[in-house]
């Protein structure tokens, strides 16, 4: 059997892989610490699962219309209209299973063979992979350490080229937990306008930040039209297996990507939309609960990994990501997360997973129990101190 150059263009999700790995340990009697995956160990609110149960009850369980339905589009754009300062129409507005799907259709919608996309490095493995199925090229900025993971605004414009058509961004970001300041905003901006170039934003972690206040891109001027919005429930909301996100840009682009779901994913389950409407424009009161539980443990394990001799690591201005600099041990990122995972029973990510340039940095997730933050942080300390 052949299988497709399309297919073999893809990367993969790294987390999944590793979390398969530790899930085999634990199986063989091992006790694994968990920080691998970029999940909320919070549970979904309970008013959002009770509209949820309510919903199927009612029998929202049919089809609906591929954008998705005019309910949820009103509270997106109503919610996007407030956060970002813009005027947002349920017209601009689309429902997808999830956030990824918003950065596959948009590279599928706007990308031909020979174009370049521009996204960061380390990044969300999957901005690459959309990138190479679209048939286009990809061109990694390299975040840089010195630069607290921010643009390199030399670098970057360098980068950009005739054959330029889309530029990926992602503030907060992950795996590093940076957030571009509105100079990089305005400068990026300022490119993008000038060389007709269209800007994915992903903005999925934009209520999970710490002592700053959230900007987007589509804020400044001229660049609504230009710019495609990436939000979603599962960070935000606890619900990563309600499989619910969204994207918002101009209206020529929602009916592209509308297009490719009745292709391939006819709608977004009904009830989970219902559902959406009610995480929306429900009480939030749980989504500060967990943003202030978020701040206490990057405080944790960020002064934690500081005091392991060899490492070193930047507090992250939002996500739940902590991306430590491992390079003194003279191991590979995956050397080294591999004998962690082995040798002490805690599961990260090598920050190969997240680029090239992810070379020398492990990632961890902190949205797990203080306790197993504590834990994790004394089994890396215990087995650091043996190479």
């Known amino acids: 059997m052949k299988i497709s150059k399309l297919v073999q263009r893809a990367g993969t999700e790294t987390a999944f892989e590793t979390l398969a790995k530790a899930k085999a340990l634990e199986r063989q009697g091992r ?10 160990d919070f549970n979904t609110p309970e008013n959002i699962k009770q509209a949820g149960i309510k919903a199927i009850q009612e029998n929202y369980t049919h089809y609906s219309p591929s954008q998705g339905i005019l309910e949820l589009r ?43 996309a521009i996204y960061p490095n380390p990044s969300y493995p999957i901005y690459e992979s959309a990138i190479k199925i679209a048939g286009a090229t990809p061109v ?14 030399k670098e970057f414009e360098k980068l950009v080229t005739e054959k330029t058509r889309l530029i990926i961004i992602n503030s907060p970001g992950n ?9 990089d905003l305005e400068f990026i901006a300022d490119i993008a306008k000038k060389n007709d170039i269209m800007v994915l934003s992903d903005e999925i972690y934009s209520q999970i930040i710490y002592g700053e206040k959230f900007r987007s891109i589509a804020s400044i001027k001229g660049m609504k039209e230009r710019t495609i919005i990436l939000d979603g429930f599962s960070k935000t909301y606890a619900m990563t297996g309600w499989r619910l996100g969204y994207g918002v840009a101009n209206k020529e682009l929602i009916k592209a990507i509308t297009k490719i779901i009745t292709n391939s994913d006819s709608c977004v389950a009904t009830f989970t939309q219902i559902a ?26 960020i002064n934690g990994l500081n005091e392991i001799p060899g490492v070193s690591c930047k507090m992250p201005k939002g996500a739940f990501y902590a991306f430590a600099n491992i390079k003194s041990f003279g191991k590979t990122s ?31 997730s902190y949205a797990t129990s203080k306790e197993n933050i504590r834990e994790g942080l004394n089994r890396i300390k215990e087995a650091l101190s043996k190479l």
């Open 31 to 40: 006790s694994i610490i968990h920080l691998e995956i970029g999940e909320p």
């Open 74 to 116: 009103e509270a997106v754009a109503e919610n996007i209209s407030k956060t970002r300062n813009i005027d947002v129409s349920p017209d601009e507005v689309v429902i997808t299973p999830g956030g990824k799907d918003i950065i596959f259709f948009t590279a599928l919608s706007l990308l031909d063979d020979g174009d370049e």
């Open 140 to 153: 990694p900025l390299q975040l840089l350490e010195e630069n607290d993971f921010a643009f390199d605004r």
């Open 175 to 183: 795996p590093t937990g940076s957030i571009l300041s509105q100079e």
């Open 276 to 301: 959406g409407i009610e995480a929306l424009k429900g009480p939030q009161d749980e989504v500060e609960k967990m943003r202030k539980m978020y701040e206490e443990r990057r405080n944790i394990v």
């Open 334 to 364: 995956k050397e080294l997360a591999d004998y962690l995972l082995n040798n002490a029973g805690v599961a990260t990510l090598p920050g190969t997973a997240f680029g090239k340039y992810g070379e020398g940095y492990i990632r961890l």
